[in-house]
């Protein structure tokens, strides 16, 4: 792997994570070539010892680690901590630096970086597979995770694009996102949002016209704990699922399908005048307005993220049950027709 003269920032939001946070510095410690990354960590009203933890550790890691720490806040606000362990790690970067989002959670698996810089130069953002460690399992969320990996995999073979990974999966976490600074500054960074920044970010992106890759040869551990730091992040859903009456509901494959086909379509009309005329048809949609959003889509990605919404009369919600049935069905329709 050859970092030089590309500059590597690996950016984490840190509250309270002082028994965790060595198994990060060691992960980091054990990605090739080390000493030219660096770690850029924004300590968010850290109420425990955090910060001596890493104090402690930095003299003998050998990459450099650059920290800010943050006042006091009213709630814990997750968009906002990881814009500013970016904006940290944006500090004397070029466009071309690679900003690499984690959490003080989280365990990069040893090719971590090696792997995002790969994938970097075919896309241009880079969303890695999410592994739960620990001694809690979910098995509802094993399921949950699988039928969402599943679901990717039709998207991909309905709608296949050029940057994508042999193998995908369909996680949009902040515990493992890559993006050049030029990019990232481009979007705008992470809003302020108690959860969900990633999604927001990753969505972005995708309107954009950027080419957002999940790669599953990019992995992160992340904790499967049930009491986290972000308000609705992976603890409290995690939580939610053990304690639950009823099974979670899940988008309903064959709406989901409807989508992909569409943005199938779309990508392959956009640049085609007639062929954007008879997607409106078929979409029942005004064909001047179709054609105003084909001509301000920066290219085929933009144009089929922007023109294919929501369901006609709503996207329907299934039983995790009903959902595998039904995407079990429609993967064997595929493989059938093929």
Known sequence: MQLTPITVAICVPVRNEALLLPRLLEAIAAQAQADALTLRLFFDDCRDDSADIVAQHAASMPFRI????????????????????????????????????????????????????????????????????????????????????????????????????????????????????????????????????????????????????????????????RHGRAAAGLADHLRGLDGGATGPTMAHPADEAWRYRGQARARAAWGDAAAVDRLAVALGRDAAHIRAVARTSANAEAFAMRVIGEVPGGARLATLDEAERALANLTFERSAAA
Not at 71 to 99: F, K, S
Not at 157 to 178: M, R
Not at 191 to 201: G, K, L, T
């Open 66 to 225: 650059v920290s800010k720490t943050g006042g006091a806040t009213a709630e814990p606000n997750a968009g906002r901590a990881r814009a500013q362990a970016m904006t940290i790690g944006l500090d004397a970067c070029g466009d071309a630096a690679v900003l690499l989002s984690t959490d003080a959670d989280s365990i990069p698996a040893p090719d971590w970086v090696a792997r995002n810089l790969a994938a970097l130069d075919l896309a241009d953002l880079v969303c890695g597979r999410i592994v739960r460690g620990g001694e809690l399992p979910s098995a509802i969320q094993d399921r949950v995770e699988a039928y969402y990996d599943g679901l990717f995999a039709l998207r991909r073979a309905i709608d296949p694009v050029p940057w994508e990974a042999p193998h995908t999966h369909h996680y949009t976490s902040g515990a493992s996102l890559a993006v050049r600074a030029g990019t990232y500054r481009a979007l705008g960074g992470f809003e302020p949002r108690a959860s969900a920044e990633d999604a927001r970010f990753v969505d972005a992106a995708h309107a954009a016209g950027l080419r957002v890759r999940r790669d599953a040869a990019v992995c992160v551990e992340t904790s499967s704990r």
